[in-house]
């Protein structure tokens, strides 16, 4: 690990001096963002990447000084990547998005990961309609409770009540399969 990247390189007066980490950072990122997806527009680049910083302004208290400031940046990019593309996107494909990017994760936590992701698509395709409308509105194209009941012609209770029992069963069943449930 190179001792310039670390993030505790990056602190003056006990603060983030965000303006040394956009200097060094924006070049990468905005290649990084414009390799991913060459149909991204400038505009779309420019704003993920400010949200980058902002997003890493706001978390600098909670950063560990002791890791790389890159595989933060990297992490919060691929994430405000996917949340760009989410909402961009009229139809959602569960099987293609990755809710896991904030955090560089050991390739057993990755293949966890990816082998719970595998279980909530089977659950989800074997769903009601409804419940699956509900869940992919709700968790995947991160509309409001009022919105999927204005969508859906149901009520808002309606929406909670579907999406509490969608939680529990998809705990249960990952738990029956060993898997823990944190949330």
Known sequence: MKESNLI???IQ????DIEKVMKKYTPYIYTMLRNKNPNLTNEDIEEIVSDVFLVTW???FKLDRDKELLAYL???TKNLYNKKI???RSTVNIENLNNNLFEIESIEHKIE?????KIITMLVDNMKQEDKDIFIF???SSRTIKEIANMLNITENKVKSRLFRIRKKIKKELEKRGYSCNG
Do not use: A, W
């Not at 990961?113 to 992701?117: F, L, M, S």
């Open 86 to 88: 989410r909402n961009k």
């Open 13 to 16: 007066d006990n603060e983030l």
């Open 74 to 76: 990297v992490g919060v």
């Open 58 to 60: 706001k978390n600098q």
């Open 138 to 140: 709700y968790y995947y």
């Open 113 to 117: 990961n990816t082998e719970k992701e």
């Open 8 to 10: 505790k390189n990056y």
